[in-house]
Nanobody, 124 residues
Framework: QAQLVESGGGLVQAGGSLRLSCAASGRTFSSYVMGWFRQAPGKEREFVAA????????YYADSVKGRFTISRDNAKNTVYLQMNSLKPEDTAVYYC?????????????????WGQGTQVTVSS
């Protein structure tokens, strides 16, 4: 059974950094688009970043451009989200997702597999 497991969340001060990881198992996701979404308390889940299997097509939400970097290691079936210059408004549960396509998407309904989420809290 396909499974995505996020890790690396935690509590960090504003201006700090965190690196999230998403380990995929149960199938090979190397040809899938991998994405990150987040959901803050009381808000809807929103797109953060996504990339295709080669990493040649990458999308970012405007709110994280220049601060976050998505990458993947297909040999390890793992995708990463490096988050720098964190702000309190980045506080959310971060979810990893996989889409059976060559084209990244910002829409969560286009992703078939989801992780359980990891909490990121940024203090001011």
């Amino acid at each position: 059974q396909a499974q995505l497991v996020e890790s690396g969340g935690g509590l960090v001060q504003a201006g700090g950094s965190l690196r999230l990881s998403c380990a995929a198992s149960g199938r090979t996701f190397s040809s899938y688009v991998m994405g990150w979404f987040r959901q803050a308390p009381g808000k809807e889940r929103e797109f953060v970043a996504a990339l295709n299997w080669r990493g040649g097509s990458i999308y970012y939400a405007d709110s994280v451009k220049g601060r976050f970097t998505i990458s993947r290691d297909n040999a390890k079936n793992t995708v990463y989200l490096q988050m720098n210059s964190l702000k309190p408004e980045d506080t959310a549960v971060y979810y990893c997702a996989a889409r059976p396509s060559m084209i990244p998407s910002i829409y969560e309904y286009e992703y078939d597999y989801w992780g359980q989420g990891t909490q990121v809290t940024v203090s001011s």
